[in-house]
């Protein structure tokens, strides 16, 4: 088969899951350092591309949204098939075991924790090392669209965010859940790219993605304190985050097929 089913998905996830909780304290702060840093690849390449054509940004704007959807997943591209650990993505991977009794709620917020601090960094080292003090969006128009974006995810309500950040992480897990489907190298690029150009062509919010793009407006000189930062924008994202990939990938998923699975074999 060239595919693999639903419920062995949530084997593969629940398998994953286990695996991730055996890793050293060092070594997910190390794999969680390079998925921030892809993610913001990913960003970066979106700024270039799509902020390079001003243009069509008048006459068209969903073009533009489109080229900056387009660009963005080579972020979760590297994070899969490089491997790093990714909080969003682990938001739905530990849910199955957890759900089943096999892990225990210390493990995904171990895991969480700690992923989402070397994401932080390395989104943040992006941003300022080889993003700011490189220049690669300095100039106009470039700069124009790093000052938007931030304007834009800074201006929403708490609510807002919440909702975005939940339609972001809904289909990222369905990227990851895709990808995990294909068994061929370029069937997992087709099943992560297409969900993930949908959330940000759609101009949802991802906190790690956030992670680098408002800090990376805010050192090019876009007023916006650290704590304005946080507290707009990064806790809404990342509650509505965590939505999106436990419940409505990790549970939801689970409910359909493990849960029934086992309903099964015990009768």
């Known amino acids: 088969m060239s595919l693999h089913t639903p419920p062995e998905l949530i084997?593969?996830?629940?398998?994953?899951?286990?695996?991730?909780?055996?890793?050293?304290?060092?070594?997910?702060?190390?794999?969680?350092?390079?998925?921030?840093?892809?993610?913001?690849?990913?960003?970066l390449l979106s700024i270039v591309v799509a902020g390079g054509v001003p243009g069509i940004a008048a006459e068209n704007p969903g073009i533009t949204k489109f080229l900056f959807g387009a660009m963005f997943p080579v972020g979760l591209m590297m994070v899969v098939m490089a491997g790093a650990e990714l909080f969003t993505g682990n938001n739905a991977y530990f849910m199955p075991n957890v759900?089943?009794?096999?892990?225990?709620?210390?493990?995904?917020?171990?895991?969480?924790?700690?992923?989402y601090i070397g994401n932080f960094f390395g989104a943040v080292f992006v941003a300022y090392f080889l993003t700011y003090l490189t220049g690669?969006?300095?100039?106009?128009?470039?700069?124009?669209?790093?000052?938007?974006?931030?304007?834009?995810?800074?201006?929403?309500?708490?609510?807002?965010?919440?909702?975005?950040?939940?339609?972001?992480?809904?289909?990222?897990?369905?990227?990851?859940?895709?990808?995990?489907?294909?068994?061929?190298?370029s069937g997992k690029i087709m099943g992560i790219w297409w969900p993930v150009m949908t959330f940000v062509a759609l101009g949802f919010e991802h906190s790690i993605a956030n992670m680098f793009f408002i800090p990376l407006?805010?050192?090019?000189?876009?007023e916006i304190t650290w704590g304005g930062f946080v507290v707009q924008n990064l806790i809404p994202a990342t509650l509505g985050n965590i939505v999106g990939g436990a419940f409505f990938v990790g549970t939801l998923y689970w409910m359909a097929y493990n849960r029934e699975n086992k309903q099964k074999t015990e009768k």
């Not at 695996?19 to 060092?26: G, N, P, T, V």
């Not at 919440?162 to 972001?168: R, T, V, Y």
């Open 217 to 222: 407006a805010m050192f090019h000189g876009a």
């Open 99 to 115: 759900l089943s009794g096999k892990q225990k709620w210390t493990a995904p917020l171990r895991n969480w924790g700690l992923v």
């Open 11 to 43: 084997q593969i996830a629940g398998d994953a899951a286990i695996k991730k909780d055996s890793y050293s304290i060092r070594k997910i702060l190390l794999l969680s350092f390079l998925a921030g840093a892809y993610i913001s690849f990913g960003g």
């Open 136 to 185: 690669v969006v300095s100039a106009l128009p470039w700069k124009d669209m790093v000052m938007g974006i931030a304007e834009g995810k800074m201006g929403n309500p708490f609510y807002k965010t919440f909702l975005k950040g939940i339609g972001a992480n809904w289909l990222v897990c369905l990227a990851l859940w895709m990808g995990m489907s294909a068994q061929q190298t």
